[in-house]
């Protein structure tokens, strides 16, 4: 009954995207040009005319090219180190974005239904969430007696504050006409909860959880990079790219940022699946 | 609840009493009368029809016999039962008058039979089981078989209508409020709502407090027909339709029909431009 989205012409495009991309990128890093081939000849004239001079500008030539990183891809692929920085990476995602779901949906529908609460812990929120998670490294590694939970910590902050105020918009926003039948019809207030209110606010939380996941990639990569790598080998993909830039190894930095995308999409994909699963009414729109 | 003290002939439950009901509401200082000194009374079983212009302070009276807001003086009756009145606090919303709502107010997240088997289990009444037996069963005689396991997002609106008013009726109540139900669907399909809220009607016999703001439909389908004055609200004209039931399509190019419009039409009109004059918007 559900329209499948992914048809063989969508799938078609985004495979032609995605070859024209390395195309245009295997030709810009081979040449020896400043902006890829001599396409921009012309424009370069007219710059160099203005007075620019070439070392000024980024040079596409400086990028490996994609055939130089896959490459390497296929040298690292069989290394154990390189799948532990993935699984590392991970752990760590799925530690601090799991944190985030168990306490922010819980306390994000907290300040939602009471009034109170709302009172007492919406301005000390909204103080702590422009801060943003990096700023909190440093104290972070003060403050937990590892390193890895440390990382994890700040990792969490990246999806609560997003869950928190999605599912705090969504529970308030819930039309006053499901409350009114609801309590027509003789719910108790439990049953408000459990029936109205946290149906209607799923919704939110998928979308919550999609951008809080999305952040978390961000931040773990980032504060991988910070804390260094931290004795024991292998310790994220952030940290590889950081490693792979000190030891001068320019192909391995594009595998990692690579390798991170994929992560991010692969755990989107996840966690998009998961909310079809739970909100089946919204699939039919 | 207790027994009606005076018990009405043929049909014994669902009388409204409204009497002398004022609704000032003070949103900000600013005092605004929306119902003025309004009576009404309603007889059990009986469609009354609530017409006034849009913002006239009709659905304030519906929300004040559905139990979800206070009156600021007055008395609201329910087959004797106070249900609010000057000094003592309001009854709580309950089974005995469920309300359809405007825009609707199906459970998108719940099936057409999860929001119809709804009420009774949250009453306690039937078991979840018991409650799908009576929705099925429910549902065929409304014409909605087929659609049972579908979401309401996946059905047309006038289907949806139908599945909110068999979801009310689900909780045996004493009267239904409708809260113009129709006003969102076009002239063809309200013409086929009209016809089936009837025919539900005459199987199930309960109250039904209507509001639209459409003569027409007013006529065409009640027992009493009350023409508001604009805001503040109360009765300018009532009119008992002595147009026999059942009805049916038919009745609309009768003469006695047009008869009503043409005595009525006028009143409607008058406050249709008072209020369009003080501008009054959706309330």
């Known amino acids: 009954m559900a329209k499948r989205r992914f048809s063989t012409k969508s799938l078609g495009r985004g495979l032609f995207s995605i070859v024209v991309f390395l195309i245009l990128w295997e030709l810009g890093s081979s040449s020896k ?253 | 609840m207790g027994a009606a003290p005076d018990a009405q002939p043929a049909q014994t439950r669902g009388a409204i009493r409204i009497e002398d009901v004022v609704k000032i509401y003070e949103p900000d200082g600013a005092a605004v009368m929306a119902v003025d000194h309004c009576s009404l009374e309603i007889e059990a079983g009986e469609i009354c029809m609530i017409v006034g212009p849009s913002g006239c302070g009709k659905t304030t009276l519906l929300n004040a016999i559905a139990g979800f807001h206070d009156i600021t003086s007055g008395r609201i009756t329910l087959d004797g039962d106070v249900l609010c009145s000057t000094g003592r606090p309001k009854a709580e919303p309950g089974p005995d008058r469920v309300v359809v709502f405007q825009n609707g107010a199906l459970f998108p997240w719940k099936t057409n039979l999860q929001n119809v088997a709804f009420g009774p289990v949250m009453q306690g009444k039937l078991t979840v089981r018991e409650a799908r037996e009576k929705a099925l069963g429910m549902m065929a005689d409304a014409g909605l078989a087929g659609v049972e396991n579908n979401y309401p997002g996946e059905i047309s609106s006038g289907m949806r209508r139908r599945v909110e008013i068999v979801r009310a009726l689900m909780n045996d109540p004493k009267v239904l409020l409708l809260d113009e139900p129709y006003r969102a669907l076009d002239s063809l399909t309200k013409s086929v709502m009209h016809e089936a809220l009837l025919e539900i009607y005459y199987k199930n016999k309960v109250t039904i407090f209507f509001i639209t703001h459409d003569l027409e439909e007013a006529i065409f389908l009640g027992h009493k027909v009350a023409i508001m004055t604009t805001r503040p609200c109360k009765p300018k004209k009532v009119l008992e339709v002595n147009i026999p039931h059942p009805r049916d399509y038919g009745v609309l190019t009768s003469k006695r029909f047009r008869e009503l419009i043409e005595e009525t039409s006028e009143a409607v009109h008058e406050e249709a431009i008072k209020a369009f004059q003080t501008g009054e918007k959706e309330g």
């Not at chain 1, 424009?43 to 896959?70: C, E, H, N, Q, Y």
């Not at chain 1, 009471?114 to 003060?142: K, M, Q, S, Y």
């Not at chain 1, 790219?241 to 994909?269: C, D, K, Q, R, T």
């Open chain 1, 33 to 285: 040009h400043w902006i890829g081939a001599d396409f921009f000849g012309p424009l370069r004239d007219a710059l160099g005319a203005m007075g620019f001079k070439k070392t000024w500008l980024p040079w596409i030539g400086m990028i490996p090219a994609p055939s130089d990183v896959l490459r390497a891809w296929a040298g690292v692929v069989g290394d154990s180190g390189y799948w532990q920085s993935w699984y590392k990476s991970f752990l760590r995602v799925m530690a601090g974005f799991t944190a985030a779901m168990i306490l922010g949906i819980p306390f994000g529908l907290l300040l939602a239904v009471n009034r109170t609460a709302f009172g007492i812990g919406f301005p000390v929120f909204e103080v702590l969430r422009p801060i943003p998670p990096l700023a909190w490294v440093p104290a972070a590694i003060i403050f937990w007696p590892t390193q890895e939970l440390s990382i994890a910590f700040v990792t969490f902050l990246g999806a609560f504050y997003t869950i928190v105020i999605n599912v705090v918009g969504g529970a308030r926003s819930i039309d006053v006409r499901f409350f009114q039948a609801a309590r027509s019809m003789g719910s108790s207030r439990w049953d408000i909860f459990r029936r109205i209110i946290l149906p209607a606010t799923l919704p939110s939380i998928v979308v919550g959880s999609a951008v809080g996941m999305g952040i978390t990639w961000e931040v773990v990569v980032a504060a991988e990079m910070i804390s260094g790598g931290g004795g024991t080998g292998g310790n994220g993909l952030g940290f590889f790219i950081w490693n792979s830039y000190v030891g001068g190894s320019y192909e391995l930095i594009v595998v990692g940022m690579i390798s991170i995308g994929i992560a991010g999409f692969i755990s989107s994909e996840l966690l998009r699946a998961l909310g079809k699963f739970v909100t089946p009414w919204l699939r039919l729109r």
